[in-house]
T-cell receptor, first 111, second 112 residues
Framework: ETGVTQSPTHLIKTRGQQVTLRCSSQ?????VSWYQQALGQGPQFIFQ???????GRGNFPPRFSGLQFPNYSSELNVNALELDDSALYLC??????????FGEGSWLTVV | EDQVTQSPEALRLQEGESSSLNCSYT??????LFWYRQDPGKGPEFLFT???AGEEKEKERLKATLTKKESFLHITAPKPEDSATYLC?????????????FGSGTRLSIRP
């Protein structure tokens, strides 16, 4: 158990809708990052937040956005959902961006 | 371009048959290399962090090593419960904008 919790665990959305995924960091961690993992692939870095500011981003379009709150919890928002957005979304927390610890993920299916 | 490549993609071993998984990388400004284990439908579970060439770390039947261009995860006398996907990741860039790049993983299957 890492102490990183994510919700919801599974959800189904329709193409064009918007989704919000939530994450609570491990106690003592101040940095949170989000990853997208398609079936059979390794996780792909979406972005990282530190002190409520985005401080790193992968190759994802602006419709992927996030927030980090003062208690270091975080949200991932995806607008205008596309079929290819179907994946496991992983949240990870760390102390100053060092070794990251993952939650169990949120499975998103877009139909 | 920063890249992480894992091989083989899949590996089937008999219980007790030792082997190694490979992770080769090309990144600028390596800050650390990580190994994770991922069971189906679960998030990755942290195993090791390696920071510099020559470093080694062990945990039960697993041993991770690091050179300037690759890392190996050695598994000694594996058991069926070691079956999982093993992911390698590298952290590159400075602390203000670091990113972590994952390989596609090696699916390890141990037959009783």
């Amino acid at each position: 158990e890492t102490g990183v919790t994510q919700s919801p665990t599974h959800l189904i959305k329709t193409r064009g809708q918007q989704v919000t995924l939530r994450c609570s960091s491990q106690s003592g961690h101040n940095t949170v990052s989000w990853y997208q993992q398609a079936l059979g692939q390794g996780p792909q870095f979406i972005f990282q937040y530190y002190r409520e500011e985005e401080n790193g981003r992968g190759n994802f379009p602006p419709r992927f956005s996030g927030l980090q709150f003062p208690n270091y919890s975080s949200e991932l928002n995806v607008n205008a959902l596309e079929l290819d957005d179907s994946a496991l979304y992983l949240c990870a927390s760390s102390l100053y961006g060092n070794t990251i610890y993952f939650g169990e993920g949120s499975w998103l299916t877009v139909v | 371009e920063d890249q992480v490549t894992q091989s083989p993609e899949a590996l089937r071993l008999q219980e007790g048959e030792s082997s190694s998984l490979n992770c080769s990388y090309t990144v600028s400004g390596l800050r650390g290399l990580f190994w994770y284990r991922q069971d189906p439908g679960k998030g990755p579970e942290f195993l090791f962090t390696l920071y510099s060439a020559g470093e080694e770390k062990e945990k039960e039947r697993l041993k991770a090593t690091l050179t300037k261009k690759e890392s190996f995860l050695h598994i000694t006398a594996p058991k069926p419960e070691d079956s999982a996907t093993y992911l390698c990741a590298v952290q590159a860039g400075d602390s203000s904008a670091s990113k972590i790049i994952f390989g596609s993983g090696t699916r390890l299957s141990i037959r009783p």
